[in-house]
């Protein structure tokens, strides 16, 4: 059964810094794994997706990396804004078309 | 283009009650998923379709709840006999594809059975 991990839990950090959020999975058979950033009660918003037999994505100041075969992706943010604060959820889907199984989210909260 | 659009976006009922949620996908996208999250967890998944067929419900907790797509286009979740467990964020997304499986999620119900 694929599991989904992020670490950390939680993260704080000040205005400017570079940082890093980690993703595992334990069945490195998967189709394709998204990066989400989700709003206090509100929906998720699909940041990047990344191909089974890609490396990496890249969005503005976001960049996700996959090596699969470790069963491992990060989501790297460059020169944190306060507004970056969120909760940011990983997940992977094993097939095409089929459910996405997610990770608990990481937390974010940068200060000004 | 509309998004996902999920109705109510709010829902407080008392225990025993029968709910629906309603999910209307982005026009034209072939599938569609229902998923919940409790607070603090991510999503996890309970059912989807393609076109009007529901190909996996697996996730669907027991037979209290269940979903329809009848012409393929919104969907119903359904929930008889709420319990206070079954308090939580349900969120509907839908792709509009079946292999490229870019997921587009709603803002979500939030559903608190008192």
């Known amino acids: 059964k694929q599991e989904v991990t992020q670490i950390p839990a939680a993260l704080s950090v000040p205005e400017g810094e570079n940082l890093v959020l980690n993703c595992s999975f334990t069945d490195s058979a998967i189709y394709n794994l998204q990066w989400f950033r989700q709003d206090p009660g509100k929906g998720l918003t699909s940041l990047l997706l990344?191909?089974?037999?890609?490396r990496e994505q890249t969005s503005g100041r976001l960049n996700a990396s996959l090596d699969k075969s470790s069963g491992r992706s990060t989501l790297y943010i460059a020169a944190s804004q306060p507004g970056d604060s969120a909760t940011y959820l990983c997940?992977?889907?094993?097939?095409?078309?089929?459910?996405?199984?997610f990770g608990k989210g990481t937390t974010l909260s940068v200060s000004s | 283009g509309a998004g996902v659009s999920q109705s109510p976006r709010y829902k407080v009922t008392k225990r025993g009650q029968d709910v629906a949620l309603r999910c209307d996908p982005i026009s034209g996208h072939v599938s569609l998923y229902w998923y919940r999250q409790a607070l603090g967890q991510g999503p996890e998944f309970l059912t989807y379709?393609?076109?009007?067929?529901?190909?996996?419900k697996s996730g669907l907790p027991n037979d209290r709840f269940s979903a329809e797509r009848p012409k393929g286009s919104f969907s119903t979740l359904e929930i008889q006999r709420t319990e206070q467990g079954d308090s939580a964020m349900y969120l509907c997304?839908?792709?509009?594809?079946?292999?490229?499986?870019?997921?587009?999620f709603g803002a979500g119900t939030r559903l608190s059975v008192l």
């Open positions: 997304a839908s792709s509009r594809t079946l292999n490229v499986n870019i997921q587009y």
């Open positions: 990344i191909q089974s037999s890609q």
């Open positions: 997940a992977v889907s094993n097939q095409a078309g089929t459910a996405l199984i």
């Open positions: 379709f393609n076109y009007e067929a529901q190909q996996d």
